[in-house]
DNA sequence: GATGAATGAGCCTTCATTCAT
DNA sequence: CATGAATGAAGGCTCATTCAT
């Protein structure tokens, strides 16, 4: 039993209550403040001590590494609703990205410190996470470039880039930008993406094929 | 002549150089290892002692502030100079945009800590400098859309922001991208903002007259 | 019937079981890896949770102290059975020593912390089974000096602390030391304790009866 | 001059004097206490705050080697002083191996956690100070050997190694033992080392050229 | 009883800033 | 003035011990 449960990642209920409640903690610090958090400061958020952070946890990439495969799995679900529910693949495409976007799904994208990010990408977890992720984004793109309503001269990884430069919480000072800031930059990033706007792009489309690393987030 | 020079902001010629060696040491570092780097680094880098470093830029945000009025006056340069270069409005601001782009006008976007963020932008330098680049950007825009290269539902600070989303340096595992990719999700990014493309945007322009706290570097 | 068992030290099979196993990985850990070694990892080790050792040890020093009687007790069959073999009080003497040096029988030497120590030594259970095993030292000593094959001027705590500087496992760089190293130091040690050898020594031989706390382990 | 300085590896005098602080406190915490003594200990102990102990010593490995390499310098200079001073090899041999007994300068033979034991030994500081050390021993030796006052088939590695097992401080209850113990054991020891006492060695003499690490201080 | 999860005190180390030389 | 030494607060992490399951 104790045998299934490892192997299934099963955790005692208690153990999975807090291992969840820490994820949500560091997932709501790392977005009001940025990845300096102090590990006892999210433990506290939790209602736990250090040392169950720690347990569960070995050190804060582990911690952030977690988080990253937690919320590209969040976006694999709603990239598959957005499929399931629009009409067409660019409608598909354009409510996903709006909804990653509105639910601040970019926390990690804050991670400027190098050593920090190289080490988060070096999991395969995370690595796996993303890239079937980023497998489904493609098929959305290469539809919607088929039925004519995106230009042809991009790749996942193009969008998946350009994407992830909206995901990163803006830091203002609060209050002073009005509400649908996001949305409108967002919007006009998707309008970039129509082939009416196409203009000429230096090299070619990037592809999932065409890179090792794939992407980011 | 000592109280002079002080008003004038002049310094002896070689504090002038310090200074400049540690301007350019800071966002050196800052490019390439975060906002993280210790201030002993900043001050080895520039060839001078922390002592130094602290006469010239009392704390550590001081320093931020310095740099980031820097860039923006450095910025403020290009934008100018792209107007009296190029041919028409549109292509001065994509011009402009481009360069920021490729110089890595934008070392200070890393900064990811709100309080740090904040207490930037609390400094009327900081300020008043991104309000005379806001004003020339805001120019280029007025005249783009009066001749019809440029969509009318935007504003400055639409603009700014959504720049400044492009100005992060991005930490890939360094040769995993292809090297023309920041020019083409800038391209992408210029192509939203014309008028072919224009869809509805939630909201209204937003000019530099509708925000207390103008954009954002 | 459970009165006696716990009043005769007697513990239900599975205990008695998991009592040695921890005893023995307690030892191989400290033995490998000094006094270091976290409560968890012999728990590991021995196949049990951290729980169960602490049921059977209150605490670490309480560990410890199992472990050095037990040691000691071991020692102390050493020598009897030496006795009972060896054709004489020296050669059961030299006999005894090798075989504790051998069997690495020191591990508890490796506590070098003074708090640790003292509380180590604080137990009339340590003391007891140590005064055991010196009474029968002075018995070998007493008679190989009465037939002439030791130096007399030497008592059985000068004996046990020179045995107990060697019992020591020696943390060299592995490989780099021959195997016979610690015989012949061994050797060289019981060679010192010859009457050919005999050279002034200060002060006065030392009985068990000389000191209150009696020698080391 | 500066570069000189560094060369040299003199410092400032405040900095010299607080670094001769710190290695002294923490030599006399060591042998007090054992290896575990906090850094902050030592800091406090020397007069400093651990800021200053850690500019000088990377780390607490680093402050163990500085250390190291001290005592090995101080027992170079007793055996080259016992060497002029002693009427002849074997004289001096005693004699210094009898100062670093009563000296305690075997502080660092406390030193029992393996990984910290081999680091400190990755030095090439530590091996080059500990190698001339034994090539002066060596020498005593040979020479004592030579005038048949030492038996022959030992060499510096036997005598360096048997040597070390008597300068490791005794944690003894204090005042149990009588103060002559440690001159006693000191004096059976090199009594072991006689022509005399000579019975058969397993293996062979090991001699400085017979190991790649050298002894242990 | 056995297990292993949770706790938190404590040590190590870093780095912004101050201050003596 | 420049330098780099000193300081100490703050954060990371470990591990002995307790306690819920």
Redesign the interface.
Known sequence: MEGVRAMTGQLRADAKRNRDQILAAARELLV?????VPMEEIARHAGVGVGTLYRRFPDRVALLRALSVHTVEHMTELARSALRTEPDAWSALSHFVRECVALRLGALR?????Q???AL?QSDEVRSARKELLRIVEQMIITAQADGSMRTD?GV??VA??VS??L?R????PG??????D???T????????P????????KP?ALA????HG?R
């Open positions: 009001n403040q940025g990845v300096g804050s991670i400027v410190d190098p920090l990010h190289t990408h991009v990884v193009d880039m350009l430069l909206h990163k803006p830091f203002d000072v002073t930008m009005p509400e649908e800031l949305a409108r930059l919007q006009l990033m998707l309008d970039g993406l129509r009416a706007s196409a203009s000429p792009l230096p090299g990037i065409d890179v090792d690393w980011d």
